[in-house]
């Protein structure tokens, strides 16, 4: 009966925890110290690494179909009124937190991350499929530095296992996405520390061979330096030989042999045509040394004059912004937008303070009303993108800081605006367009006319001076060769 008392003993005034789809409510008292009826024994691990742990035959049984047939008459060992059970494969550091899954259905990741690896194969094994998903749901919420240690440990992992190799793509796609932030507290190359510094080689590797790693150019290769002095602690400080207004390193040629050595796996895949010539002669110029002689000399030609024929690769921009009208320069400018802010915009991922993420596009999800509604509401701040089907490519758009909802009202704010721009962002040509009558800033219509007031009505297709500064485009009505809608949410 201990099982029908362990799912009935929850307090609903304990706060519950919300994991994916799942409500989970903690136990009002800690349900395995409660009880002393123990009829199972079992003997985890082996040699000086053995314990006994003591739990409830029918427990075991109703939380995983391991322990039920484990535990049937025809397989288990009893000594009277005792299951005696051994399970030699597993640590008793990793049962426990098992048997604490298993009584109470909640366990801490981030005090537990070491244990990962093994607590997934270990649920897999016992046919504890309630853990794995638990793992799944809550991997996110492990601390970034123990998110880094976690792909460090997967990738040490030599046991193939498909668990692990489910979880090590979606936290290797998780670190990818969210570099930036990770890494975020690595400013300057003569900042103290970064998570950077903690990756292990393959792991780095893995990161930066990606076209989606986010993070701008100039900081993969500054913080790759200084990950390479961390590797290398015997040779001389990076930060108290190098000045940055020197023309080079004051280090002797050992020393960048020893360097070379360390990040030239890893230079083939920095594109370096692409950082911004400033920060290359600022950042990367004074350590020309630690470059092939001919990328050298390619990088400095290319950046006189890009039409000069080279040698070296040159690779595509990463792909910051999963977009097929917009690029990096819209995103800044954008943001800027959202700010308020007046000058000379950021052209850094580390000063970034908003996720774009995609919505809808509307040559993938479709130009109708429905797609929008079903993937559009109640996702907060948006952002709408319009590519125009015109001779100029021109893009116009707008942003709602509140919600769609298909209300079927008038939305009041003063944060809203609309614009227009070309595909390559020049300020002769762009169009910032502000609020002035906040009352009719966005009309949550729950038809066609959903828009930004009637100065644009997205699926009517129709540009009507009214409610905003400045009319974007000059006619009233516009074709659309595509769309996309962008959840806008503040780091």
Known sequence: MLLYKLLNNFDENVPTKIVGRRKLRTSKRPLYDDYDDYDVY?????????????????????????????LSP?????????????????????FRIILLFIYNTVIDLDENAKDICELLIAADEINLNELIEYIHENISDLSYKNMI????????????????????????????????????????LHSNYSLFLELENDCL???????????????IWNNLIKWAIAKNPTVSSYISIWNSKAS????????IEIFKKTIQQFIPHIRFFQIPPDDYYDNVHPLSALLPEKLEKDINLYFIDPEIPISSKISQPRILIDSLIIKMDHIYQIAHWID?????????LKNLQYDFNLLLRGSRDGFGLEPFKEKCYNKGATIVIIKLKDKDGRIIGGYNP????GSDDYLSTYGSFIFSFQSIIDSSTTILSRIRNERSAIYDSKDDKLGFGRDLRIFNRTCVFTNYERKIITPRTFNVEDYEVFEVERI
């Open 248 to 255: 080079t390193p004051i280090w002797n040629s050992k020393e």
């Open 149 to 188: 240690s976690f792909f460090n440990a997967l990738n040490n992992f030599t046991m193939y296992h498909q668990e692990i190799e489910n979880i090590k793509e979606y936290v290797k796609k998780y670190i990818i996405k969210n570099a930036f932030r990770i890494f975020n507290n690595f400013d300057s």
């Open 74 to 94: 025809n397989w288990a060992k009893k000594e009277g009124n005792v299951f005696i059970f051994k399970k030699p494969n597993i640590r008793p550091d990793v």
């Open 402 to 405: 509140l919600n769609w909802s």
């Open 42 to 70: 079992i003997q985890i691990g082996e040699g000086n690494d053995l314990e006994i742990f003591k739990a409830h035959s029918d427990v075991l049984r109703g939380r995983s179909a391991y322990f039920d047939t484990a």
């Open 340 to 348: 308020d802010k007046l000058g000379k915009k950021s052209h850094s």
């Open 205 to 219: 590797l893995s990161l930066i061979q990606n076209d989606d790693f986010r993070m701008d150019e100039i900081e």
